[in-house]
């Protein structure tokens, strides 16, 4: 069992807003498209920015509002498909910066459900003794990846870092977690160029096969039909409902699936939270940060069941439900 002891986030500095975009690629039908998804700015990296820099902030701004030192901090999990490099792992650099000396380090990968999965993964790891204190790290500098003459990119992504420090609590409550993958979807969207199957030559370059792509329209109804029998397959190992949930978390791609998922399972959006008006999409970061400004609105309390659920390019999906 775990405990969430703080959480953090960053975003940078360079905001681009909807007005912004529709300046550049035109009202008809990028505004109709904007309102039906429900993402109303997103904010881009510096130049200097990386992905590590991003969760740097991120992890010291969960550090600085869980109280411990950086050597209490046991183990380091990044969740990111953006990362500063192809090697090393960025957890690398996070630790070193973080000052997390006593930590171990490594990266996950599983796109947008990759901090869902790293929740999962060290909440195995903590036993009290040699894992006592975790930090998670989501962190997405997609606008690198991005083709700014792309519109269906440009309006989707956005850059952000969020952080959990979870710890040992043997009596905080039962948790439960499911994960599930279908690799058919492998080709339908992601950074298919700058890998070992594509490595960065003259021909990537010119097919911009190392910016992120959309080769094949993935199936619109496809998180709105797998998400629901996920919950309450991970609800169930619990003996639980959808309504004995005070607080849902989902991956912030489009605000009508997470509508569509609440109004089947008959529950009012007061126990969710969107942030995609906000700051966009922003992949695997985009589930602490929601969590984060959640907390901070009064909408999630301690004692309270939430359940995170998030799916990603792959395609892959993680869910848990935890006291928080």
């Known amino acids: 069992m775990f405990k969430i002891i703080s959480t953090g986030m960053y975003l940078p500095k ?114 009290g003794v040699t894992y006592k204190n975790i930090m998670i790290i989501g962190t997405y500098a997609m606008s690198k990846h991005v083709d700014h003459d792309d519109v269906n990119s440009t309006m989707l992504f956005g850059d952000g870092a969020g952080a959990f420090i979870i710890q040992h609590s043997p009596n905080q409550g039962k948790m439960a977690s499911t994960l599930k993958a279908d690799g058919a979807y492998w080709d339908f969207m992601g950074i298919y160029g700058g890998g070992t199957s594509r490595p960065v030559t003259e021909e990537v370059l010119a097919d911009r096969t190392h910016k992120v792509k959309i080769p094949k329209k993935f199936p619109a109804s496809l998180n709105t039909e797998q998400w629901p029998p996920l919950i309450e397959k991970t609800l169930a190992k619990l003996s639980l409902k959808p309504a004995d949930v005070d607080a849902y978390i989902f991956t912030q791609v489009r605000k009508p699936t997470i509508e569509e998922v609440m109004t089947g399972f ?43 659920c998030a799916s990603g390019g792959g395609y892959a999906m993680a869910c848990l439900t935890f006291i928080y």
Not at 93 to 119: P, R, S, W, Y
Not at 278 to 297: E, I, L, N, R
């Open 266 to 308: 008959g529950l009012p959006m007061e126990k969710t939270h969107t942030i995609m008006e906000k700051w966009g999409y922003t992949g695997s970061a985009c589930v602490p940060m929601a969590f984060h400004d959640m907390a901070a609105q009064g909408k999630v309390k301690r004692g309270d069941r939430v359940l995170m």
């Open 14 to 127: 360079n905001l681009v807003t909807n007005e912004d975009l529709c300046k550049k690629f035109g009202d008809d039908p990028l505004k109709k498209i904007l309102g039906r998804i429900g993402h109303g700015a997103r904010y881009y990296s510096d130049k200097d920015e990386s992905s590590a820099h991003l969760a740097i902030k991120a992890g010291e701004e969960a550090l600085k509002n869980s109280g411990l030192k950086a050597e209490d901090i046991d183990l380091l999990i990044i969740s990111t498909d953006t990362p500063a490099q192809i090697s090393p792992a960025t957890a690398a650099e996070v630790q070193h910066k973080l000052g997390l000396k006593n930590a171990g380090a490594f990266d996950i990968n599983c796109a947008c459900a990759g901090f869902v999965t790293a929740v999962d993964m060290a909440s195995k790891y903590l036993d």
